[in-house]
């Protein structure tokens, strides 16, 4: 498992048991490699920390996330892009993690400024500004991906 995390050390610390954190992280952390192609340091923190200490609050965090995120009613674009908004309208970073997962679920990048106008309307230009922002960097790093001579 690659762990950016120091999870020895963590167990000797805080006293995470060390197996229930490496169960949780292989529970769990594929649902977000499938989603995003990476594991977010925060999430990976969450994982391993609350996985050691308290995995049946763990497992009923990731059971909600789930259950909210895999609705019948609304396709995985759009939900990415709802939280892209949501997120951005917030002011939360987490809103490029779901700008990311909006491209990997097909969003377009008009789309995705449409997401970002109708923050404006709301946010105003601080939200336009980190919108913009956000998608310049998804672009690059998708360009990167891609091995692009161009890169944003």
């Given at each position: 498992?690659?762990?950016?995390?120091d999870t020895a050390a963590l167990a000797k610390f805080a006293g995470l048991d060390s197996l229930a954190s490496q169960t949780a992280m292989c529970t769990h952390a594929r649902t977000y490699?499938?989603?995003?192609?990476?594991?977010?340091h925060r999430v990976e923190s969450r994982l391993n920390f609350t996985g050691g200490l308290d995995s049946q609050m763990l497992n009923l965090q990731e059971r909600m996330r789930?259950?909210?995120?895999?609705?019948?009613h609304i396709d995985p674009k759009t939900v990415q892009?709802?939280?892209f908004g949501m997120l951005l309208m917030d002011g939360n970073d987490a809103a490029e993690t779901h700008a990311i997962a909006s491209r990997r679920a097909g969003a377009d990048w008009p789309e995705l400024q449409a997401v970002i106008?109708?923050?404006?309307?709301?946010?105003?230009?601080?939200?336009?500004?980190r919108g913009a922002d956000i998608l310049v960097r998804v672009a690059g790093r998708?360009?990167?991906?891609?091995g692009s001579d161009d890169a944003v």
């Open positions: 498992m690659n762990s950016s995390l490699r499938d989603l995003l192609g990476f594991l977010p789930t259950h909210a995120m895999s609705t019948p892009l709802m939280l106008n109708l923050c404006f309307l709301f946010r105003g230009l601080p939200a336009a500004n998708e360009s990167r991906a891609a």
